[in-house]
């Protein structure tokens, strides 16, 4: 069996900073290097999805607020969160949210983000 394969080659995507519109794509949990919630958002108009990461924590105040940053949006997106939220309702909603560049402390490149308190569903 081999092994081999051929790079492929793709140009670089310039999302402008600024406000976007997009649908939610997919809801994935990842645990390294921590818990987080990510949401993978479509932009309208571009070949691009970019993704936005909640820590893993529900939490809500006694008079049913939300007290973390994924009850936040989630509430945002039109979530009831006083109760077993199922986060596959989320994906496919028009959502709007703010991008900004950052720049990589890894390698230097610059690459678009998406502002975590930004993101809300498109009423």
């Known amino acids: ?3 081999k394969m051929k790079p492929q080659i793709s140009e670089k995507i310039e999302i402008p900073q600024g406000k976007h ?6 809801i994935e949990n990842r645990t390294t290097p921590y818990n987080y919630t990510d949401i993978f958002i479509k932009v309208d108009g571009l070949d691009a999805t970019l993704k936005v990461g909640y820590p893993t924590i ?3 105040t006694a008079d049913k607020k939300p007290a973390s940053k994924l009850a936040s949006v ?14 596959e309702k989320a994906v496919g909603l028009k959502v709007e949210f703010v991008s900004f560049d950052k720049i990589s402390e890894k390698n230097g490149n610059t690459y678009a983000t998406i ?3 930004s993101v809300k569903k498109l009423w």
């Open 1 to 3: 069996m081999s092994l």
């Open 21 to 26: 519109t997009g649908v939610i794509a997919k």
């Open 58 to 60: 529900l939490q809500v």
């Open 74 to 87: 989630l509430v945002r997106l039109g979530l009831d969160i006083n109760k077993e939220v199922d986060l």
């Open 115 to 117: 502002a975590p308190e």
